[in-house]
């Protein structure tokens, strides 16, 4: 979820180095499996998502405290992309009123997500410690 807008992002970068390439690279192929609705999927989609996600894995094999870090960037973006921002504009576009009900439901929420994450952060920081100090022994 995370890293739909990376790949975004370099969909559009790589359509403008390669503008001839794109009728050949966006042709939408249809896969079929049965009791499941056809899925559309485009060769630019598929090798870059996959290129992608074996550069992911292999990095994580190679860099050995790549779970804590991983872990650290979670924390860090847990919170603002998937709690404060999204509520933040469900209250604007509702125009949720200031000290109703629901406004304090949704700040009390977002609080408590915001001490779960600093937790979770706290904890990825001290596993980063705990496994570096490890390391040497």
Same mark, same amino acid.
């Given at each position: 979820?995370?890293?739909? =807008?990376?790949? $975004? ?5 790589? +359509?403008?180095?390669? =503008? ?16 499941? =609705? ?15 996600? *074996? &550069? ?7 860099? =050995?405290?790549?779970? @804590? ?5 979670? $924390? ?11 509520? +933040?504009?469900?209250?604007? @576009? ?12 949704? +700040? *009390? ?7 779960? &994450? ?16 490890? @390391?040497?022994?």
């Amino acid at each position: 979820v995370y890293s739909q =807008p990376v790949f $975004a992002f370099a969909e559009k970068v790589i +359509e403008r180095m390669l =503008p001839k390439s794109m009728t050949f690279l966006k042709k939408d192929f249809c896969i079929g499996v049965p009791r499941l =609705p056809v899925y559309h999927v485009t060769l630019l989609r598929l090798c870059f998502r996959t290129l992608y996600v *074996v &550069s992911t894995v292999a990095l994580a094999m190679y860099f =050995p405290f790549f779970n @804590q870090v991983l872990g650290i960037l979670g $924390a860090l973006n847990f919170w603002p992309l998937a709690i404060y921002f999204p509520i +933040e504009m469900y209250m604007v @576009q509702k125009r949720v009123k200031s000290w109703s009900t629901q406004w304090v439901v949704f +700040e *009390v929420f977002s609080t408590l997500c915001l001490l779960i &994450s600093l937790f979770a952060l706290i904890g990825s920081v001290e596993g980063l410690v705990r496994a570096k100090l490890h @390391q040497g022994s």
